[in-house]
């Protein structure tokens, strides 16, 4: 099953956001390989965080990861109007597979 | 630079096939393994399949197992999606993506290719 985010949230310039992200304890609380997305319209998706909280090259640190249980979470501080965007959170649930599963993806609007 | 470009995609009635490529560029195609995942218009991200580097080992989500096919010829840098029965639920733009060597995630995305089946 898709992991569980809410629709949407939104801040205003300068403010932080929190991006929730909940699954199981066979996805998102049995590994530490959770990851997020960030989509513009009508482009693909760009990876922001993987490993839970580590960021790629290039990547500004107000992009945040964090993990608790089977909950994972995205923040942004510092709202500006280029992060309006879609976040997608990802979860290996492989086991003796190899199998990812995506969060249902939250709209983030700046105010 | 690295670069994945998608093509194949189209109109195709329920019940038919398509077949969807993905040339690489700019990195060591044979040595990643790659994904195709797709996007339902207006929708959330939906992992379709892997390949390892070598073409040996795939994997496929529950609904597109037993009707769709991955595979690459590494030769020709090059990664396919073959996609059988096709059902009005596939319609989506599908995505050719490197997953990352050093973690569990997708580093690299193409531009997707469109895929719509309807009568």
């Known amino acids: 099953s898709a992991l569980t985010q809410p629709r949407s949230v939104s801040g205003s310039l300068g403010q932080s956001v929190t991006i929730s992200c909940t699954g199981t304890s066979s996805d998102v609380g049995a590994y530490n390989y959770v990851s997020w997305y960030q989509q513009h319209p009508d482009k693909a998706p760009k990876v922001i965080i993987f490993d839970v909280y580590k960021r790629p090259s290039g990547v500004p640190d107000r992009f945040s990861g964090s993990k608790s249980g089977n909950r994972a979470s995205l923040t942004i501080s510092g709202l500006q109007a280029a992060d309006e965007a879609d976040y997608y959170c990802?979860?290996?649930?492989?086991?003796?597979?190899?199998?990812?599963?995506f969060g249902g993806g939250t709209k983030v609007t700046v105010l | 630079q690295l670069q994945l470009m998608e093509s194949g995609g189209g109109l195709v009635k329920p019940g038919g096939s398509l077949r969807l490529s993905c040339a690489a560029s700019?990195?060591?195609?044979?040595?990643?393994?790659m994904t195709w995942i797709r996007q339902a218009p207006g929708r959330g991200l939906e992992w379709v399949s892997y390949i390892s580097g070598g073409g040996f080992t795939t994997y496929y989500g529950d609904s597109v197992v037993g009707r769709f096919t991955v595979s690459r010829d590494n030769a020709k840098n090059s990664l396919y999606l073959e996609m059988n029965n096709l059902r009005a639920e596939d319609t989506a733009i599908y995505y050719c993506v490197r997953v990352a060597s050093d973690y569990v995630g997708f580093d690299s995305w193409g531009q997707g290719t469109l895929v719509t089946v309807s009568s």
């Open positions: 990802c979860s290996y649930a492989g086991g003796d597979t190899w199998d990812v599963v």
């Open positions: 700019g990195f060591g195609f044979s040595g990643e393994y």
